[in-house]
């Protein structure tokens, strides 16, 4: 590949919701311009862009996908992103990566879920926009109607550039607006259309529209420039018609990407300094080196590849480069461009151009080459969890490795090792996302597993104090065991600091404290005349964080208690370590049960959006999962977001209920908000339910 100059690069995301034909159109796309020689189809497993298994098994897009081209003297990399909202997080990895985000609607389903959310996504991430509207030729579109929903969603500024002739299966091309000419069976004259697009595109500048309103118009130069410019500054977004299967107006779309989308230099873009301070970053190839990871992906050969935007300097093969986070500069050894699956090594590459590193090992998805530093890739955190196990004995290391490139790849998966319940807890964005990895890891890893609903993450605390002692005492014939601790309890506020509590007006004998942060847990040194020597006191200790861990009502960590040991026994000849640290757990335990010991249950913050007709099912349906309605604002639209919060345990499988009352057009964002107490009767319920599990596995 030559190094394009940074004014012919365009980067382009196809963004959108399942099944509006994104991955079609960009296979067209790539046929069109003569890229690729072979026909490409989703439909018998053909396609450029979807070349995994799972995505020919279940025939939509899983992950983002790079492909590149020339046209109209620019070169072009396109990126097809998913379109169900589970795999959000590689749509907005790609968003990093390009300037302009091309929104694909179908016109026959019209603005779906997904739809809405990548439309918001792109302009948060302060992009460009155009809105592609597919499938022209489907049966039973309302245009004018989709075109009304478009402008009232997402505002006046969307404005056609061309017009569709005719629709369903008498749609047979699209009208130029910006050069209107008799285009019989037009759904609108595109003549009509000319004026209020012209004005609307001159407005960015006041010297071409004082000259337009003096009589004299644009040229095709200072429109072409000054319709991205508009589109940059998101005075415009860009209306275009199609049919990516026959492709009509496919010829048409191309025109417009070489015409309106943003070039690299055209963002404004802030990076970091080493002092923290914000620095403008240029698309100049002789400046500061700036790229960042926004994507990583493992192929089946266990080879990693991290795909890297420039946006400033120029990098290049064989060089070492500063990776932020990481102590020693990096090696990049190879350069590659990529075509879907297919890669062309590059010896270097400026502002504006995508390629993929082999295995950098020290590279993730964020990661940011060079001196400054990027901003983070905002990622949703994943909510929806499944314990997993490997179904075949001894399959446990195999799994762990295959969970590793699962989390590498995928920045919206989790997986961790629940230290309380010892299970292996995979945490991603739905139902669908986790069923997905799990197909994969069978798959490509050869690694079944058995899945299960995950313990909710409980914790445990007290609502009042106590005190108590207990008395470790053993006699076997030799050397005995005795340690004997009293102590006090007190409930420890979570937004109180340890400094705040631990005074000698509350202790009196106050002569230490130790603080644990984790557990937000204060024990407090009260003791005075040695009563328990200080060689004694570590093993207390021990013993209070091992109830910490442990649990005393049902199983789960202890968080917001203080405790003060403020007298106790030993023997000369019998107490050790262990018999403290015994005596130290088991006080611990007596005096928690004693102090109105209560279950704290994770509570999440719920913003969910709706067809204003389902907000009292919405409600209602919050109620009973004991959650609770904060608010409620207009989506645009017909539409409506309530803000709510609920229990976990009552949302943690959300997505099918959602889909079920509103038919699939329902979407919700969900993230933990705080802890709060389990009402009574719910608490009563876990504790049973522990207490039986405990018995099964003892049995």
Not at 300 to 310: A, D
Not at 333 to 346: F, G, R, Y
Not at 629 to 654: C, K, N, R, W
Request: proline letters at 6%.
């Amino acid at each position: 590949m030559a190094l394009y100059p940074v004014d012919a690069i365009r980067n382009v995301a196809f963004c959108g919701h399942g099944s509006s034909g994104k991955t079609t159109l960009v296979d067209k796309l790539l046929t069109a311009t003569g890229t690729i020689k072979r026909p490409a189809s989703v439909d018998d497993g053909s396609s450029i862009c979807d070349f995994d298994e799972e995505e020919k098994a279940h025939k939509y897009t899983i992950e983002a996908k790079v492909v590149h081209f020339d046209y109209a003297g620019k070169h072009f990399h396109v990126i097809d992103t998913p379109g169900y909202p589970d795999f959000i997080g590689q749509t907005i990895g790609a968003l990093r990566g390009v300037d302009t985000a091309a929104i694909v609607i179908n016109a026959q389903a019209g603005i779906e879920v997904n739809t809405r959310r990548v439309f918001a996504e792109a302009k948060k991430a302060g992009l460009g926009r155009m809105i592609i509207i597919n499938k022209m030729d489907s049966e039973n579109i309302n245009f004018a109607k989709l075109l009304e929903n478009i402008r009232e969603l997402f505002g006046k500024s969307c404005m056609l550039l061309n017009v569709p002739i005719g629709q369903g299966h008498e749609f047979r091309g699209v009208a130029d607006v910006l050069n209107p000419a008799d285009a019989p069976g037009a759904l609108i004259d595109p003549a009509k259309l000319h004026e209020s697009l012209l004005e609307s595109i001159i407005e960015v500048d006041e010297e071409v529209m004082t000259r337009y309103f003096d009589g004299t118009p644009p040229t095709q130069d200072e429109i072409g420039r000054l319709l991205t410019t508009a589109v940059a500054q998101g005075h415009i977004v860009p209306i275009v018609c199609c049919s990516g299967k026959s492709g009509t107006g496919v010829t048409e779309l191309l025109d417009v990407l070489a015409l309106c989308s943003v070039p690299p230099g055209a963002l404004p873009r802030t990076a970091r300094n080493a002092a923290g301070e914000e620095t403008p970053v240029t698309a100049d190839p002789n400046g500061p080196l700036v790229a960042q990871v926004f994507k990583t992906r493992v192929d089946p050969y266990v080879q990693k590849l991290s795909f890297i935007r420039v946006f400033s300097g120029t990098l290049k093969k064989d060089s070492t480069v500063t990776v932020a986070g990481v102590r020693k500069p990096v090696k990049i050894s190879q350069l590659l461009h990529m075509q879907a699956a297919e890669s062309a090594p590059v010896d270097e590459v400026g502002p504006g151009g995508i390629v993929a590193v082999a295995k950098t090992e020290d590279l993730k998805t964020g990661s940011t080459l060079g001196d400054l530093v990027m901003p983070d890739i905002p990622f949703p955190m994943p909510m929806v969890g499944l314990a997993v196990s490997p179904k075949a004995r001894g399959d446990e290391s195999k799994l762990s490795g295959a969970l590793t490139k699962i989390v590498e790849e995928d920045p919206t998966f989790r997986r961790e090792l629940d230290p309380q319940t010892k299970e292996m807890v995979i945490t991603g964005m739905s139902e669908l996302h986790l069923q997905i990895i799990r197909e994969r890891l069978k798959r490509r890893d050869k690694v079944e597993v058995e899945t299960k609903e995950p313990k909710i993450p409980y914790r445990e605390t007290i609502q009042a104090q106590a005190e108590g002692s207990y008395r470790h005492k053993k006699q076997t014939g030799g050397r005995g065991q005795f340690g004997e601790v009293h102590i006090r309890m007190f409930p420890f506020p979570k937004d109180v600091k340890p400094e705040e509590f631990a005074t000698k007006e509350r202790f009196p004998q106050l002569k230490d404290y130790h603080y644990d942060e984790d557990h937000h847990f204060l024990w407090v040194d009260s003791i005075v005349g040695g009563t328990i020597p200080g060689n004694f006191m570590p093993a207390v200790e021990k013993g209070f964080k091992d109830r910490l861990t442990r649990g005393v009502i049902a199983g789960y960590k202890v968080q917001n208690v203080c405790v003060e040991v403020h007298f106790g026994k030993h023997h000369p000849v019998d107490s050790s370590e262990q018999a403290f640290k015994t005596a130290g757990s088991m006080a611990f335990r007596n005096v928690f049960q004693q102090a109105r010991p209560a279950l704290l249950e994770p509570i999440v913050k719920m913003e969910i959006t709706v067809p204003s007709s389902n907000v009292g099912d919405i409600n209602s349906d919050m109620s009973g999962r004991r959650g609770r309605v904060l608010g409620m604002d207009s989506a645009g639209g017909d539409l409506q977001t309530i803000t709510a919060e609920a229990p976990l345990a009552e949302v943690m499988t959300y997505a099918r209920s959602l889909s079920s009352i509103t038919g699939g057009q329902g979407s919700y964002t969900i993230e933990l908000s705080h802890y709060d107490v389990v009402p009574p009767n719910v608490m009563q319920e876990i504790i049973a339910k522990s207490a039986m599990k405990e018995e099964e596995e003892e049995e």
